[in-house]
Structures are given as structure tokens and as C-alpha cells.
């Protein structure tokens, strides 16, 4: 006999938040706080389970939260009046190419707060706080929603706290990321214009500092919480290590089968914000039901805001580049949630 166990607390109420906004009467700042105690616990896996099951505006829906539920944290006050808010955020820099070893990626905190306080028109109230070296995607790589909601957390506790990665890791696109946090918002958002001067005054502040990031303001767009970036950090590593694995696999075939070899690239809908892609090497003189040489492992990537063919053509042109040349690409449709 099957046995059952009841959902804990807090998967109860993940599922009451997402019932409430299914009939179109949730509460968000109850649902940012369910989403924050998951965090809180490490349960980052539970969410992301959660969030590929659900149809596409429930799941963009959900996306936008747990990123923001990692990312801002009401302050302690002491007084009767509404709370601030302490919020962590990104902004994406171009990097230079054929960048030199080691990194060094460094930049003042305190230019750098001003740079952010003037050209962001920060409120005047709010302390900005910068982390003292650009992040690469290979470093945010291996960090997780919980350690970000606790470095932000013991910021705007007023604790010393370390800089969030100790270590720096060669990237794997050339894009850094400037971290930072901003203490005492009066609301959990962020500033959402960055008109053309400020975008090209700001960058050549930055650039002043670190020469190895590249002057391109046409790429700087306006800040986002620091959960995205990492979400665009973990797409990047994975699909090239998934590249990297394809293509020693396929560069280690026998030379008669590999001329012959087709790479199969999935990529499978789902909800269009969160999926898997895997591929495959198949051997077209094999029957037609021996099925692929090899198949790699499920690949999870976010794909929110992405054309559904993104994955695809950044695996593509990886292989290309491997010198493998006969490829198709298969988008897996999925039945409706």
C-alpha cells in the first residue's frame, strides 16, 4: 500500500499562494515571504521544481518573485513608520577580449558607489555598498539564492561581512558583473531608465578603473537584482560545459563515424522560463531503432525573456566552431500545463 505523508508548512503555503494567484486574489508580500523562508532553508531546489511545472504566466510570475524574494530585505526599524528595504543588484559589463591571466577585475568601492549614486539617480537617503571586485560568470556560477538573500541579509544587519566569492574564475563569455547593494530603499524596486549619457558616463567611470572592461555603454542596460545575473551566469556555464561535453564525445569517435554523425540538439518548451536541454549523437547507418551512440544529461536553463531558439543557437555555434558541421535542432513541444 502506498503510503502518503502531509506537505510541510511551508510547501502548504506555497501551494495556497499559488491557488490565490490562480483565482486572481494573491497576496504578493505574503508570497515574497513564503518564498524567502524557502530560500532561507536552502529549498532553492523545491522552488525551481515547482517553477518547471507550472504553465507560462504562473511561472514568469513565480520567476519574478523568488528573484526579488532573494534580493530584498525589509530593514529593522525602530519607529512606527513603513520599513526600508535593503536590495542587491547587477549590472552587466562588457569585457575586454583575450583577456590576460590572473584576473584582476578590481575597482574602487567608494568611486564606485558615487558613480552608481549619480548616474542611477539613487535616492538621496540611500548608502550605496559595492563589492570590491567585478564577478565573472564562471565565479557566480557556484553560488545560490540562499547565499545571496544571507550576504544581503547580514548587510543590512550592518555586519562585516566578506566579499560574496573568494575566489575569481576565468569567464566563460566576456561579461563581468558589478555587484552591489542598496541600504535604506524606500521601496524594494530598482531604477528602471538609464537614458544614453548616463549609460556612457557611467561606464567610462568604471572603465577608468578596471581596463580590462570594454567601452561599449550600447550594452549597458539598467541594474536587475543580483538573482538574474546569477541565473545568466548558470545558463552560460552549463550550455558550455553541455558544448564541451558534446564535442569530446563526438571528437573521440572513430574518424569513419564521426564524418557521418549527426548532433542532435533538444531543447523542450515547458513554460518557455525554466527547461531542460540535452543532446545527442546519432549515427544514421545504425537501424532506425538502435536509437542515439550517446545522450547527454538534462541541462536546466532560464529562459525568461529568451526566444525559445536561444539555447540551440548557442550550442550551434559552439560546435561549429569544434568543427562539427552536421547538426539539427529540435525544439520538444510539451502539452499544456
Known amino acids: 500500500m502506498l503510503s502518503w505523508s502531509r506537505p510541510d508548512p511551508l510547501t502548504r503555503d506555497l501551494i495556497h499562494l499559488i491557488n490565490a494567484r490562480r483565482h486572481d486574489h494573491g497576496d504578493t508580500e505574503a508570497a515574497i515571504d513564503t518564498l524567502q523562508a524557502f530560500i532561507e532553508q536552502g529549498r532553492e531546489q523545491d522552488l525551481l521544481t515547482v517553477l518547471a511545472a507550472l504553465d507560462e504566466e504562473m511561472a514568469e510570475w513565480m520567476f519574478d518573485l523568488v528573484a526579488e524574494a532573494s534580493c530584498s530585505v525589509i530593514m529593522d526599524s525602530s ?3 513603513k520599513g526600508s528595504y ?3 543588484a547587477a549590472l552587466e559589463l562588457p569585457l575586454q577580449a583575450n583577456l590576460g591571466q590572473p584576473l584582476r577585475l578590481k575597482i574602487d568601492p567608494m568611486v564606485t558607489a558615487e558613480l552608481l549614486h549619480r548616474h542611477l539617480q539613487i535616492p538621496a537617503g540611500a548608502v550605496v555598498r559595492v563589492e ?15 547565499m545571496l538573500n544571507e550576504h544581503l541579509a547580514n548587510i543590512a544587519d550592518s555586519q562585516r561581512t566578506p566579499a560574496i566569492a573568494s575566489r575569481l574564475y576565468p569567464p566563460v563569455e566576456n561579461t563581468a558583473f ?5 541600504i535604506g530603499m524606500p521601496d524594494p524596486g530598482l531604477p528602471d531608465s538609464l537614458e544614453e549619457p548616463e549609460r556612457r558616463a557611467l561606464l567610462e567611470g ?9 567601452l561599449a555603454p550600447d550594452t549597458l542596460e539598467v541594474p536587475v537584482y543580483a538573482s538574474y545575473a546569477l541565473f545568466d551566469a548558470q545558463n552560460a556555464v552549463r550550455l558550455h560545459r553541455l ?3 558534446t564535442a569530446a564525445v563526438w571528437r573521440d569517435l572513430d574518424p569513419m563515424v564521426r564524418a557521418r554523425t549527426i548532433v542532435h540538439l533538444h531543447t523542450q518548451c515547458g513554460n518557455g522560463v525554466y527547461m531542460p536541454v540535452w543532446t545527442d549523437l546519432f549515427d544514421p547507418e545504425l537501424p532506425e531503432d538502435h536509437g ?6 538534462d541541462v536546466w536553463v532560464f529562459t525568461a525573456d529568451l526566444p525559445i531558439e536561444w539555447p540551440g543557437e548557442m550550442l550551434t555555434n559552439r560546435l561549429l566552431a569544434e568543427g562539427c558541421t552536421r547538426f539539427e535542432n529540435h525544439i520538444v513541444e ?3 500545463n
Do not use: I, K, N, Y
Not at 558589478?178 to 542598496?182: A, G, P, Q, V
Not at 542515439?292 to 544529461?297: E, G, K, R
Open 206 to 214: 568604471l572603465v577608468e578603473q578596471c581596463a580590462e572592461l570594454a
Open 243 to 245: 558544448a564541451d561535453e
Open 178 to 182: 558589478l555587484f552591489f547593494e542598496l
Open 292 to 297: 542515439p551512440v550517446w545522450t547527454s544529461p
Open 86 to 88: 535593503a536590495v542587491m
Open 132 to 146: 570590491p571586485r567585478l564577478l565573472t560568470d564562471a565565479t557566480l556560477e557556484g553560488l545560490t539564492l540562499q
Open 334 to 336: 510539451t502539452p499544456d
Open 79 to 81: 519607529s512606527d513608520e
